[in-house]
């Protein structure tokens, strides 16, 4: 009886423990602008599914909507983009560090109806996988499943639980709801203007990708995404890979003119004979076999061609958040346009970079000159320019 006393009192003092650890790594990250805890209290606007800006009303006596919101949600509430995934990565922090969450709530929805219909979502060729990678490099230290609440129309009367690393999301697409969702104790969240909580994390996005991660969670995340993406461990080429990212059929495309595309393909093989040239079109399928192409482009899919290249050109786009998946030591040479604001648009991708350890120069294109621009061409000194970049970007990976 004795010693039940002494393991009861021990394992009290453990919980007592990680919970002012979670606290004390809780404050250091709000300290440092990485999120915001808000205590007892509500959301409003969380069926907006436009709208950025979330209200919060704090009460200390006010009760929380749903017995199912007790405890901590880090709640999302951003574009359904690539993006998403830069801006919430203290979650992976937050995971691997054990800070105890009871739930991941994402409040729009991450597809849109014509994407869903062709049944290429947003949620499984970008979220799903990023999830599984997050979730899972947290449960390596002691972490559990998290669910994940989501709804797949701006109409979803439910926030549906799905837990990624154990379902299938299976889309019933007739009636807007999500099947198989969850364990038989994770019940949905009923859709409400106003949602009242007993604690909320949500990222905080000012200078978000500058050293939110740690070395080390970095690396367990990259591996556990690897891991997932490529379960059989397929070997890297022996010769190193170059791989042009760029979308066809598209008015605002941004995208290089096929004539300098050959070109430049051309100059690669005859400059850099050992390296095999991939393309990747965003925007159309192809069959030719050197072409990767958004039909083959599910999250694993992707996730091995980030983790095969030894140099990725691409257009500044969104594309630019998959660095995190690519290898300690690689390249992504970025084709920055010359118009305004677009370095400024440039520069958490490279703090993203610089977080991942992936080198990432620029090549400014002159004749990119907006935003929406359709094809551009390149000039004979900034073709040079990519030729010297990948040059360079060889010779280091051999040191």
């Known amino acids: 009886m004795r010693n039940l006393n002494f393991l009861s009192i021990f394992l009290v003092l453990l919980i007592i423990l990680s919970l002012v650890g979670s606290n004390n790594l809780l404050d250091k990250f709000e300290s440092r602008g990485k999120i915001e805890v808000y205590d007892h209290g509500c959301l409003t606007n969380v069926l907006n599914n436009r709208n950025f800006n979330n209200e919060w009303i704090e009460s200390e006596i006010i009760a929380v909507s749903n017995p199912e919101l007790s405890g901590t949600t880090f709640f999302i509430n951003d574009n359904m983009d690539l993006n998403t995934l830069m801006h919430n ?217 980030m983790k095969q290249s030894t140099i990725i050109i691409a257009t500044h786009s969104v594309f630019e958040a998959n660095i995190m998946y690519m290898r300690k030591g690689t390249t992504f040479i970025e084709l920055l346009g010359n118009y305004r604001n677009a370095k400024i648009e440039s520069n958490n991708y490279n703090e993203l970079a610089k977080m991942f350890g992936v080198n990432r120069p620029r090549v400014i294109v002159k004749s990119m000159t907006t935003a929406r621009q359709g094809n551009y061409a390149l000039n004979i000194d900034e073709i040079n320019q990519i030729l010297d970049l990948i040059s360079k970007a060889l010779i280091k990976k051999k040191v």
């Not at 998290?146 to 709804?151: E, K, M, T, V």
């Not at 701006?154 to 299976?170: A, E, G, I, Q």
């Open 89 to 305: 990565l203290i979650l992976i922090e937050l995971i691997q560090s054990n800070v105890k969450l009871d739930r991941i709530i994402i409040q729009k929805s991450p597809c849109a109806k014509a994407i869903c219909k062709a049944n290429q979502n947003t949620w499984e060729y970008i979220f799903r996988g990023w999830f599984m990678a997050t979730i899972s490099s947290g449960i390596l230290t002691g972490n559990r499943d998290i669910p994940i609440y989501l709804r797949l129309y701006d109409s979803s009367k439910y926030w549906r639980p799905y837990r990624v690393l154990n379902d299938h999301l299976n889309l019933d697409l007739n009636n807007n709801r999500i099947n198989n969702h969850g364990r038989p104790n994770d019940v949905s969240i009923k859709t409400k203007t106003k949602l009242c909580f007993e604690k909320v994390i949500k990222s905080k996005c000012n200078n978000c990708f500058n050293q939110s991660l740690s070395l080390d969670k970095i690396e367990r995340f990259r591996n556990q995404a690897y891991s997932i993406a490529d379960p059989q461990k397929l070997p890297l080429s022996l010769y190193p890979t170059i791989t042009i990212v760029y979308r066809s059929g598209h008015e605002f495309n941004r995208g290089m003119v096929k004539q300098q595309r050959d070109a430049l393909i051309q100059m690669i093989h005859i400059k850099h004979t050992e390296c095999n040239v991939k393309l990747l079109d965003l925007g159309i399928r192809s069959n030719d076999e050197n072409m990767i192409n958004e039909g083959q482009l599910n999250w694993n899919s992707q996730v091995r061609m």
